[in-house]
């Protein structure tokens, strides 16, 4: 299958690149050479590679930022999610869009299904929100991947920020009332995958199976890389931020199981492959 991958050079772009060029011919683009929000430099992209299939992981992902910039915050992840998805069409080729646990409001107590209602808190999830709504006016063979806790290798994530913190400083608080479900970008660009193999359009959360708060997660991250700070819980309130985010977005990956026989792995397997890959790196 030939795969064209937009946005390849972020943290899951490239294992998205890595993971379908396994098994096909796969292009990747990012920025400055296309912009998916600009429907001729998509266009030449499509041409050029003449895709039989297109994963859009190009997205404004500054959650912070998106606050005071809400302007580009939906051009790229609204306006890019409909030009990307009407080049598709065009071609009658499927189309898959990552999205976020932040469409969420986190007041649920129990893992989201992908049918449930949406209610973002924040720009950036209000902008994500909207472009999964453009993909589905626009095409009807779409995947809608919503993932959540995103880190790959060379991004800037949060293992990272709290490996970097851990260097600097004796002690780390970290946010207790913060649950969700940390994903390893390989293990979404093979959910991906999976998806990519079957005709069953529709909307899929894909994370790494279990939960935990920020800071099980910043302790986990700690020990996996061998470093021996302590980390103390502390409340949200302690890290003011203009961005509200949902305080519970843990995902089901139900769906996905039907619908592709694919089981992500339980979190802590998939930071344990993570830690490996940095110290080979
Ligand atoms: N990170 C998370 O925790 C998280 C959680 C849930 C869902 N997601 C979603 O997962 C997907 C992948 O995220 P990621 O963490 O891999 O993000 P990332 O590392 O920020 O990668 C996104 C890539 O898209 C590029 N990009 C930005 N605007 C673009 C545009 N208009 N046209 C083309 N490329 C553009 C970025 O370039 P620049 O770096 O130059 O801007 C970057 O290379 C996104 O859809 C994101 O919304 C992420």
Redesign the pocket.
């Given at each position: 299958m030939r795969t064209l991958i937009?946005?390849c050079?972020?943290?899951?772009?490239k294992d998205l690149l890595t993971v379908f060029g396994e098994c096909g011919d796969t292009t990747g683009f990012?920025?400055p050479e296309?912009?998916?929000?600009k429907a001729d430099q998509v266009a030449r992209a499509v041409a050029d590679v003449d895709p039989e299939f297109i994963v859009n992981?190009?997205?404004?992902?500054n959650v912070e930022g998106a606050e005071d910039d809400e302007k580009n915050a939906f051009l790229?992840n609204e306006q890019?999610a409909r030009i990307v998805a009407e080049a598709a069409e065009a071609r009658k080729i499927p189309v898959v869009y990552?999205?976020?646990?932040f469409v969420f409001d986190g007041l649920k107590t129990t893992p989201y299904e992908p049918g449930d209602e949406a209610n973002s808190l924040s720009v950036y999830g209000r902008s994500?929100r909207a472009g999964e709504l453009a993909v589905q006016e626009a095409t009807q063979r779409f995947f809608i991947v919503r993932?959540?806790?995103?880190y790959g290798p060379g991004?800037n994530?949060f293992p990272e920020k709290i490996i970097g913190a851990a260097q600097k400083n004796p002690l780390l608080k970290v946010v207790h009332d913060e649950v969700g479900s940390p994903t390893h970008?390989w293990d979404l660009a093979l959910a991906v995958r999976a998806l990519s193999e079957t005709s069953a359009y529709g909307v899929y959360h894909a994370v790494n199976t279990g939960s935990c708060a920020r800071d099980e997660f910043a302790r986990a991250i700690l020990f996996a890389t061998g470093i021996d700070t302590p980390v103390e819980p502390c409340s949200a309130d302690a890290f003011p931020s203009k961005a509200a985010r949902p305080a519970y977005s843990v995902l089901s990956t139900s769906d996905l199981e039907r619908a592709t026989g694919y089981v992500m792995r339980d979190w802590q397997t998939a930071l344990d492959h993570y830690a490996q890959r940095r110290n080979s790196s």
């Open positions: 937009l946005g050079k972020g943290q899951l772009g990012d920025l296309v912009d998916v929000s992981s190009a997205a404004y992902t790229a890019g990552i999205s976020t646990d994500k993932t959540a806790w995103l991004g994530n970008t």
